[in-house]
């Protein structure tokens, strides 16, 4: 979970800030705003929490992660790192057609005008029923799934191109995979509580530092993993062999649901406000947009140490203090910090603290 740049043979404190490395920034860190800011609205229509995760699940998640990282590290060492990348891209390729699926449902549903009625079609008019396997549930957030036309196509589609991602590793291919696996995971991957996400994103912010200062298992894994699990853009996009700058999805996804659970929050405050009846006056969103602002902040400012120091950084880092800190200005300045921090968004105790005004 860090954002790199391809280390040079002998350090230097600065490096030329070309138009080519610029391009490579600026692009990087749109890639990364713009499914945070998608996933983030999506997520708004998200009918249900499928799983809600606890305050020791967000203690354990660093835990966990942290174990998969050094398997992954082991595996990459001591076995065949050609057979090791076969597997676990394919499983990653997988989980890309399937959310790229999703996403280009919901787009060809709106442009042939059967968004409104995509649920109906999808319960009573499916061509057939299949079961979701446990491992690509939560791509799909379903145990079965009723496909109709439109899914059929998405899927032929998305499909053809995961084999041209395959075939050629483009790395457009790979970052329009990493995008959509992106903004699928923050509209579905919902946290429900304020103080978890604290939790959560605290958690990862040591994990951060510690895998890539203290060891070098997270660079290592970084490079030898040929999976769209990271964003990659060329450092100089008119060169006629590319190096390559990165970041990873986890730089994206974790604070991605940080950031999806304050606009939530905003929505809840808007409910309060009026009475959780349907009004024309527009939703507010400062939280949301305070702590979209910090991130963008927060990444730049990585992007800025990265450079300077010419080493791969653990974005984290930044992110964390960023994201947390201005949520909880924004709660401090709006005399809200309590409510806030015991802010519990799964939709039925939304509801009946909404009806209970």
Known sequence: MEAQAAPAPTPTPTLELTPGLMIAYASIWLMAVVP???GSKLSLKETKVSEKMSSKDAWLFPVYGSAFLFGLYLLFKFFDKDLINLILSFYFLLLGILAMTQLLGLL???VVGSESNSKKKTSNKGLFTLKVPKFLQFIVDKEQISPDLVDIVSLAICTGFGVWYMQTKHWIANNILGLTFSIQGISLLSLTEYKVGVILLSGLFFYDIFWVFG?????TVAKSFDAPIKLLFPKDIFADVFQFSMLGLGDIVLPGIFIALLIRFDRYLHLEK????R????MKTPYFTSTMIAYGLGLATTFFVMHTFRAA???????VPFCVGSSML???SRGEFKKLFN???SEETQETKVKGQ
Do not use: E, H
Not at 215 to 219: F, S
């Open 215 to 219: 060891t070098d298992v997270m660079v």
């Open 274 to 277: 009026t009475k959780g009846a």
């Open 279 to 282: 009004s024309n006056v527009p």
């Open 313 to 319: 950084q653990p974005a984290l880092l930044y992110l």
């Open 330 to 332: 924004m709660a401090l």
């Open 343 to 345: 802010s519990d968004l």
């Open 36 to 38: 945070i800011y998608v």
């Open 108 to 110: 060809l549903r709106k």
